[in-house]
Nanobody, 116 residues
């Protein structure tokens, strides 16, 4: 079981990035999927999530700027990030709750750096 996250990088404030997460093994993008982030010196926090029934939820700090979505044909979950701010800087992690295994799995993370 693996979660491969990609799409991070450096961008200037106001810019956009799209993160991708591809699960493998006995998990799929149709499971409950979430993106978390961890800024330097801070705790990991929920950014956005999408349930198996496609209900979405967002942290207040990113509402209106970020969009979580999935493409089941590609078995991929995306986090479209826009109007980025320096405070969005951090390592972004993909998480899945597997109904098959009854537990969470985490990806390794992808670094997003937003410069002012």
């Amino acid at each position: 079981v693996q979660l491969q996250a990609s799409g991070g990088g450096g961008v200037q404030a106001g810019g956009s990035l799209r993160l991708s997460c591809v699960p493998s093994g006995r998990i799929s993008s149709g499971d409950d999927m979430s993106w978390y982030r961890q800024a330097p010196g801070k705790q990991r926090e929920l950014v956005a999530g999408i349930s198996s029934s496609d209900n979405t939820r967002y942290a207040d700090a990113v509402k209106g700027r970020f969009t979580i979505s999935r493409d089941n044909a590609k078995n991929t979950v995306y986090l479209q990030m826009g109007s980025l701010k320096p405070e969005d800087t951090g390592v972004y992690y993909c998480k899945v709750f597997s109904a098959y295994y009854g537990r969470n799995f985490w990806g390794r993370g992808t670094l997003v750096t937003v410069s002012s």
